[in-house]
Structure formats: structure tokens, C-alpha cells
């Protein structure tokens, strides 16, 4: 290297993307802090290989992760959210719509669709806690009361994997009662007794936390995924005081029995294959 | 001591001025200062903002569950406790009778007065309080009666023993299981109707909701502090949340609106309670003109068929 490559690197390092555009080839666990090449990460589908700590993994390799190859086929992906109370806060409802259609790609935070689990034709039900903090509106109840309806034409199972910060305020009571909603539909799907899976991811908390995610035959978390009804913040000022170490996690909720198991990302889909079997006597 | 609001100050004083004047029984001072009351009433109260509205749907005065139970039951029974953990005192049950009617009433019941407010818990229940009020319920499905569901909470009790019971799945079960109990069912939001705090006893064949309640995924304070980021824009969210009664009928969101007097629940106990009584029981009726299969059917499509979105 040259004085001149010197400062032809510098002024090309100029010309680099700004830090938040730039790809990141190396992602840092926030858990054990260990720096990872990000194909790393990404081959263990994002679970930290020192530490097994679970990262947020993006909702198309989640897909990809859990279903037999080439047999997602996503369903009611054309429906859009509308704006029913004109909601304007800082910026109004249907522009932040545009700015998380922009992001993801996507009209929703769920992504719902038929698959097959090693073999096993399933309904499966994925939120993306990229849009909008995957709450919880008309489209997203929507799409999961159509689910369970194609599980029982179709005598299926359904699997839904919840991310998600609550009921999304901007469509107020339509949100919240989209929790009814859901539930309604599940109670018909246990009356054709078919199996239900709920997989909690991290967070799983509010208007989802308290209807269909908590309704699971089997309710599956993620290790370490924030899951509860009231937010930290709400509790603490609540109750005016420090929360006990691990309060709301995967791990305290198996230990207060409110769900059946915890289970590490890359054990799901054998998991999910082998209760669906059981269940539905395959 | 009634308590009034700002917006209620000339209404106060006429009140004073009447008694003033049947004291000194000059009925013809009376009866002209009753009209003007009228006057006044209507004028008040046709044209409040939503955020009057919240304030009514609060206010200390208004009745609680507890003060329709006492009004409109006879005979009547307290049911207590989850059998699991303890009696929430948050949500209250009981059976009686409405006009002869057997019935089953579950309430969420706020408290006066700071020891009452403490034994209520604000009106906010923990999981064993949605987890009586399921028992009672299923004990009215069991025995064939009528179910009054009566909506009056800020919300869901935020605590660490409601998380540690559980306290999503104690909500998530309740909208499960009243989504298909049969027996002809009725909520009413006569307050506060609080996210799903509320939810948890609001799935019936008929939700609705009495003239200046609310009913909300969050409470108004709640999303300014995290919409706004600004804990004093309470008066744009309430607006925006569209929480009042007149709002809701107009989206469909809920059934009714019960016809509460027009100078509110909180000056007139006895007409509310009674506006509340002559509802159920039309409704009853109504709902008695279906099969149960029917009655189920048409729940479970207007449970199901909530929503606004474009395909």
C-alpha cells in the first residue's frame, strides 16, 4: 500500500453507507455480549452459539425454519388495514400504515398460510413484531379467525406464533375486540377437537398475551421471551418497586405453571411435528 | 356530599335555589326554577365532549355495580370465590330476581371511600376475580338463568401475583368460554369499561352500554403517556380512542346504548337502575324467541365478524 492508496481509502471509506444503512457483518449477543459472524448467526437461526441466548429472527426465515421445503403458501396476504377512526397522535394511523408497509413489505403483522411440518399439513399463523410492533388490529384478527376456519374444513391443526407488543391502540375498540374475536373462533375449533399449538416468542404481552396465545392446547415459549398480560413499567409503578429477577420469562412462567415448555428455536419444528402427530392420532 | 363537576356548576345551583324555594313553599318559584333546571340539563348534557363524558362515566357518584344489584335484586345471593386461590372482592356475583326473573349478576365493583377503595382494589381484579365470575356464570348456564353482566374496572389488576396466576389466561379463558355459554347473556358497560379487564365479562349476546360510559382498548391516560409520549394530551387521546357510547353505536361496536337519564346515572340512582332492569329483560325476552343453537350462532357471527379492513 501506497501513500496514495492511503487516501484513496480514506476518501472512499467516506463514501461508506452511514452506520444505519450499512449491512452489519457482526452481530453482538446482548446477552453474553459475544461478538458472531453474522452467517453464524443466522445458520442457527439466530440462537446465540455461546450462549443459546434467542435473538428476534426475521418472520420469512422463521417460516422457512419451521416448514417442510416449497410448502408455505400464504393466505389473505391482499388484506389491508383501514383507518375506521381517522387516528391521528404525532402522525396519524394510516402514515405510520405506510412507514411499516415500507419496512416489511407486508400489510400486516401477521403472516398467515398453510404448510407442512415434517409432513403434517398444518395452519400456521406467524406475527412479525417489525410491523407495528406486532399488535394486534382487524386485518391480524382477520387472518387468524380465517386460519381456524381452513383447519376446520380442512381438519387441521393450527400453530401460531405470537410476537407482539398488545392490541394496537390506533384502531382502539375494533383492536381490543379482536380479542373476542379470536377466541370465539377457537373455542369452534375445540369443539371439532383439533389441535391448537401456541409458540409465545419474544414479547408476547397485552391484548394477545390475554386471548388467543394464552388458549393453546399446548402453549410453547421461546427461552428467555418476555411474555404477561401488564407491561414492567405499568407493574413497577404499580406496585412501586423493583421486579424480581426473571419475572414475566419463558422460564418463570413454566415454573408458575402457565405453560407447558420451553423449547430452543432450533428443536421447535421436530416439537411441533411430533405434538401435532400425537394430537391428531397420525 | 355530591360532588360536582365543572360543567355541572349551574345545574348544582339551580338544584340549591329549589330546595331554597320548597323550603320557603313557594311552589310557584319552584316549579319555574324545575323547568329551567330542565332546560339546563338538556342543554348540558346533550352537548358534552368525550372528555366530560369520561368524567361522568368515573364519577364517585355514579352507581357501582353493587348499587344496581341492590336496586334491582330480590332475594338475593352472594356467590364467593374462585375455589382456587381467594374471593376477589373486585368482581361481585349474585343470584336473585329481576321482576321474578331469575337471574345471575357478575359486577365489577368499584369502591367509596378509602377503605372501600383499598377492599375493591380501584375496581381492578386479579385472575380469581375472572375466574369467579366464570364459575358463576357456568353455574347460570348449569341452572338455565339469565346472565347480567355489569362492566365497571380501569382494567386488569397490573401486579406481580396477578402475573404470577396467570392473569392473561384468567381473560383469554373467560372470552373463550362466555363466547359459548349457553344461556341468553347481557353486558353492560355502566362505567369504566377498561381494555380487557372489561372484556373479560363483555362477551354476551348483547354488549352494550349505558349513556355516558366508556369503553376503551386503553385508557385515555394510558395512550398519551405512550402515543403522545406527553402524559397531559389525555383530552386529544380520549378523542382519538373514540371510547364514548354515541361513538361506539355508530361504528357498531356495540348493541345498544340503555337509556340512562340525561342528567346521569350519578343524580338519578333509582331511573339508571331501572333503565338498566327494563333493558335485560326485553332483551330476555327477545333472546328467548331463539333456539339455542340460534342464539349461539348469531353470537358467535357478531363476535367474529368485528373488524374494519379492505381486501
Redesign the interface.
Known sequence: MNLLDLFTGRSEAKKQPTKSEAPSHWIKCPSCQALMYYKEVENQNYVCPKCSHHLRIKVDQRISMLCDDNTFVEMDA?????D??K????KSYVKRVEENVKKTSRTSSVVSGECEINSIATQLVVFDFAFMGGSLG??E??KI?RAVERAIEKKQGLVILSASGG???????????????T??????L??HKLPYISVLTDPTM??V???????GDIIIAEPGAL?????QR??KQ??GSD??DG??RAEFLLE???IDMVVNRNDLKKTLSDLLKMMLGK | MATYLDFEQKIKQIQEDIITAEVRHDSAAAEILKKELDKEVSKTYKNLSAYQQLQLARHQDRPYALDYINLLLEDKYEIHGDRHFRDDEAIVCYMGYIAGERVMVIGEQKGRGTKNKLKRNFGMPNPEGYRKALRAAKLAEKFNLPLLMLIDTPGAYPGLGAEERNQSEAIARNLLELSQLNTQSVSVVIGEGGSGGALAIGVADKLVMMRYSVFSVISPEGCSAILWNDPTKVESATNALKITSQDLIKLDLIDDIIDEPLIGAHRDKEGAAKAIGDYFLSAIRELRELSDEERLEKRYKRLTGVGAYAE
Open positions: 391482499t388484506l389491508k388495514p383501514v375506521p377512526l387516528f391521528v397522535d404525532k382487524s386485518v384478527g382477520e379467525v392490541a394496537r391502540m390506533q384502531e382502539s375498540t375494533y383492536a381490543l375486540l379482536q380479542m373476542s374475536k377466541s370465539a373462533a377457537l373455542a369452534k375445540a369443539k397485552g391484548g398475551s390475554a386471548s388467543f396465545a394464552t388458549l411474555i404477561g398480560f401488564a407491561g405499568v407493574i404499580t406496585i421486579l424480581p419475572f414475566q408458575k405453571g402457565s
